[in-house]
């Protein structure tokens, strides 16, 4: 699972500082070095990957929005304009076509104190935007395509 050294001793630390920060709020993925929880309609994921032969980064990264089909142009319009109002962290788009917000911090003197600063700020960012790009232009928040997921599967009633 691990590239280098340096990313297996980041995803010890990041586990560490997010424990001590989230509690048991988020959980290690078995099959990567990531982490997951949920806060309010977000999904959030905590990423280390390596950098090279003997680096490491850390992504945090929230599912906004969901199952949009095709983006409208206005829409990525609109995500680029406010990515460059944002001081730190941006909207993204994966392979899924599903719009996330994310802020990537070098590993190597990471600290409990800016880990957690940078999930809150990811977080909250995609709480304050999810409602407003589904109210525009549809699509669904990570909560509830998770729900939904958890229904059709008889977790949940």
Not at 38 to 65: F, H, K, P
Not at 111 to 131: G, H, I, M, P
Request: charged residues 30%; negative net charge.
């Amino acid at each position: 699972m691990f590239k280098n050294n340096a990313q297996k001793k980041a995803f010890e630390n990041v586990g560490k500082y997010l424990e001590q920060s989230f509690g048991k709020g988020l959980v290690r993925r078995p099959d990567a070095p990531c982490y997951v929880g949920t806060q309010g309609s977000c999904l959030v994921e905590v990423w280390v990957y390596a950098r090279g032969s003997n680096g490491a980064v850390v992504n945090v990264r929230s599912c906004c929005v969901m199952d949009m089909g095709e983006i409208p142009a206005d829409c990525l319009k609109f995500l680029l304009e406010e990515n460059f109002k944002f001081t730190f962290g941006a909207f993204s788009l994966d392979r899924d076509g599903d719009i996330n917000f994310e802020h990537t911090l070098l590993a190597t003197k990471l600290d409990r104190e800016e880990l957690e600063a940078s999930v809150k700020a990811v977080l909250t960012t995609a709480d304050e935007y999810d409602d407003r790009i589904i109210r525009d232009w549809g699509g669904v928040t990570a909560r509830e395509k998770l729900l939904r997921q958890a229904r059709e599967a008889g977790l949940v009633a």
